[in-house]
């Protein structure tokens, strides 16, 4: 089995990506691994196992980015801080 240094192969990836699903409880598997895998397959040159393990790099960023914002977000409005209240002032106008 290669390492991680040298990229992923397309069985590890598929792995990677399935334990992301099972994690999150997607009921419907197959549909949401191929809508992952069409929209992080490093298209210029599919089998680049590098561009793929960077690929898998940028969608773990994104997702630890996005989950930060969300629980900067409800912490925010669950404290009637002040996010919330920038929200409560546009929703008055």
Do not use: H
Not at 29 to 45: D, G, I, Q, S
């Amino acid at each position: 089995m290669p390492s991680l240094e040298v990229g992923l192969t397309p069985t590890q990836f598929d792995n990677i990506l399935l334990e992301f699903l099972r994690d999150r409880g997607v009921k419907d598997l197959v549909n949401a691994l191929e809508a992952l895998r069409f929209m992080y397959t490093y298209w210029p040159a599919p089998s680049n196992n590098p561009a793929v393990r960077q690929q898998m790099i940028d969608v773990s960023f994104i997702v630890r980015v996005n989950l930060m914002v969300l629980i900067i977000l409800i912490r925010s409005y669950q404290t009637n801080g002040p996010l919330r209240q920038v929200a409560l002032l546009l929703d008055s106008r």
